[in-house]
């Protein structure tokens, strides 16, 4: 009977566990806008010339033209454009605009602080990646 509690308790509870686990550990907000606000992220790729956003998590890679960035990303919120990153990232970015600014804000997720901040004015560029972050 002890063996048969124990065996359904492990199949119950393990599921939790492993769920968690699948968590991303970063997330990335990007926005394009003045004083704070944001306006529209493809507002930073979408000047002359056009710059791209690139994005690499864990074994994927794409390169996003400003065409696409409008609608490649679906949670977009009054802040900026969210983007679970997971545990192995690397994303690069350069602004386009010569009035706005490009912020690239990293959170961690499993405690929700921000772990990195940095903006680029017109044509400048931000680099980021989970090994930075790490040291």
């Not at 679970?84 to 602080?113: M, R, W, Y």
């Amino acid at each position: 009977m002890r063996l048969s509690l124990f065996v359904l308790f492990y199949f119950l509870i393990t599921p939790i566990f492993v769920m968690a686990d699948m968590t991303p550990k970063y997330e990335a907000i990007l926005s394009c806008g003045i004083n704070g606000q944001h306006i529209a992220l493809q507002a930073c790729f979408c000047n002359s010339p056009h710059t791209e956003l690139e994005l690499r998590k864990s074994d994927s890679y794409k390169m996003y033209q400003c065409h696409e960035i409008a609608t490649s990303f679906e949670d977009v919120r009054l802040d900026g454009v969210h983007i679970d990153l997971g545990d192995n990232f690397e994303l690069k970015a350069q602004n386009s605009s010569p009035s706005l600014l490009l912020t690239i804000k990293i959170i961690n997720k499993n405690n929700q602080k921000s772990v990195y901040e940095k903006s680029a004015s017109s044509f400048g560029h931000i680099w980021v990646s989970d090994k930075i972050l790490k040291n």
